[in-house]
């Protein structure tokens, strides 16, 4: 039985092996990040690579403190590079930008705004030659998608948590980036929330098929989600430890997923990695 499981663990297990520069949408090179502190220098990453392919979905998982935070907010432009470099579709980034949409843990949204302007201020930002009809148009098309076509003109104060993070994913698809990336976007949600919440992103990244860059401490979250999953390992100067291929067929049921034959085999292979 155990020369099964090993074989099988073999089999499905990827290297970080370079894709046709056609395939790339962000690629990471020799990445390093290095704070100063008063008793020298601390380097959280370093000589980290990692490419990720057009309208894929990765999940990044691994032990707190291990820089998954720091890497997701240099690609985004939030954080300076120390070294290395970090590019979109060939182009090295300088700093934030529209082509990179962004999802926090806490949406941060502007309190005393409604839904739809909340989304708006990307929106007309993104879009300034459109017509404010057709602006509107995008705003309330994505507010609809995540199921809050009945709070359009509520404030967000007056949201729950849950509806909160909606209108946070309806801005950052709203905004049309070429790479999506979602720092525990459902982290502070309770189950029920978070599944719904989940399967909202699924169903509108299947239609838009962003290249996507997800954050998530939850092992069954990075499998469901993921066409791969990356391991990176603990901190200080983490890397890329280990990249997983997830080989379930899209669009995907929560249901499907659980009664997969490889997902206990997936599921196990990163638990051990995260406890090792």
């Known amino acids: 039985m155990s020369t099964i499981i090993k074989q099988k663990e073999v089999k499905i297990i990827t290297k970080n092996k370079p894709f046709h520069s056609n395939e790339v949408m962000l690629d990471l090179k020799n990445l390093k990040k290095v704070y100063p502190t008063p008793k020298g220098d601390y380097v959280v990453l370093e000589d980290l690579n990692l490419q990720i392919k057009k309208e894929e979905f990765v999940t990044i998982i691994g032990h707190?403190?291990?820089g998954k935070t720091t890497m997701l907010s240099m690609i985004a432009g939030l954080n300076p590079i120390s070294a290395g470099n970090i590019s979109v579709l060939g182009k090295h980034i300088r700093g934030p930008g529209p082509d990179r949409g962004v999802i926090f843990q806490s949406p941060s949204l502007m309190p005393w705004m409604t839904s739809l302007q909340n989304?708006?201020?990307?929106?007309n930002k993104v879009f300034p030659d459109g017509t404010k009809a057709q602006r509107n148009d995008i705003?309330?098309?994505?507010?609809?998608?995540v199921g809050l076509e009945d709070s359009f003109h509520k404030k967000a104060s007056d949201l729950s948590q849950g509806m909160q993070q909606r209108v946070g994913i309806a801005r950052a698809f709203a905004i049309k980036p070429k790479v999506l990336l979602l720092d525990e976007p459902f982290g502070m949600l309770d189950s029920l929330t978070r599944g719904e919440l989940q399967d909202i992103l699924i169903e509108i990244w299947n239609k838009e098929k962003i290249t996507a860059v997800m954050i998530t401490h939850d092992v069954d979250e990075a499998i469901f989600l993921a066409d791969r999953v990356v391991m990176m390992t603990s901190g200080p100067k983490a890397k890329i430890g280990d990249i997983l291929d997830i080989n379930f067929e899209r669009p995907r049921t929560r249901k499907s997923v659980l009664e997969h034959e490889d997902y206990y085999t997936y599921r196990k292979h990163l638990i051990d990695f995260l406890e090792h």
């Open 139 to 145: 705003a309330k098309y994505y507010l609809q998608k």
């Open 119 to 123: 989304v708006l201020l990307g929106v």
């Open 64 to 66: 707190s403190g291990c």
